[in-house]
């Protein structure tokens, strides 16, 4: 069984989209996922599945979107995915809750950064379907336009070290 990472996008986030991470819990189990955990209340949940990303991406959307009257969006990646984004991040300098990382649901095209408008200094890098974006004053007050981020759903690195560091556990069956 493969130990997948799913990110909730638009859940749990200013009062929208609301989802206690026991009901988060319990569509996954009820999906017959196993060993689920969910981590912290912004919509991360880990678990093992038998059934190719995208297939387990497309039902939990679904059985979520039941739940809430609309789908969130889903974006779901393997343990194995998730050790390559935080191996992967640049901006070694960047301190990691100014980092984030956009996971987007599919690759976007070479040129999604060309039109990014930094007006405090941020900068972007692309690698297959995230985006990671530097906020040196971090991205509560940014005013960064970004068209490519809007699929998409945001961790700091931190949050993301840490699912990779549960994702790896998991596997290892704690």
């Known amino acids: 069984m493969t130990v997948f990472v799913a990110l909730l996008r638009a859940v749990n986030v200013g009062g929208a989209g609301s989802l206690p991470m026991a009901d988060l819990k319990a569509i996954c189990e009820g999906l017959g996922f196993s060993d ?3 981590y912290i209340q912004s919509g991360n949940v880990l678990f093992r599945a038998d059934e190719a990303e995208k297939a387990v991406e497309e039902r939990l959307d679904e059985a979520i979107g ?3 009257g609309k789908r969130p969006g ?5 343990r194995k ?11 070694p300098d960047a301190k990691p809750n100014f980092l984030l990382v956009y996971f987007l ?13 930094a ?4 900068e972007a890098k692309l ?15 940014s005013k960064l336009k970004l068209q490519a981020l809007k699929p998409g759903t945001s961790r700091n690195l ?6 990779a560091e549960m994702a790896a556990a998991l596997e290892d069956g704690d």
């Open 36 to 38: 689920v955990k969910t």
């Open 66 to 68: 039941k739940k809430l």
């Open 74 to 78: 889903v974006m779901v990646r393997s």
């Open 81 to 91: 995915e998730l050790d390559g984004i935080v191996d992967d991040a640049p901006f």
């Open 105 to 117: 649901p599919e690759k976007p095209p070479g040129d999604a950064l060309e039109k990014m408008v």
């Open 119 to 122: 007006p405090d200094g941020e």
């Open 127 to 141: 690698t297959g379907r995230e985006i990671y974006v530097h906020y040196p004053n971090g991205s509560g007050r």
């Open 158 to 163: 931190n949050t993301v070290r840490k699912l």
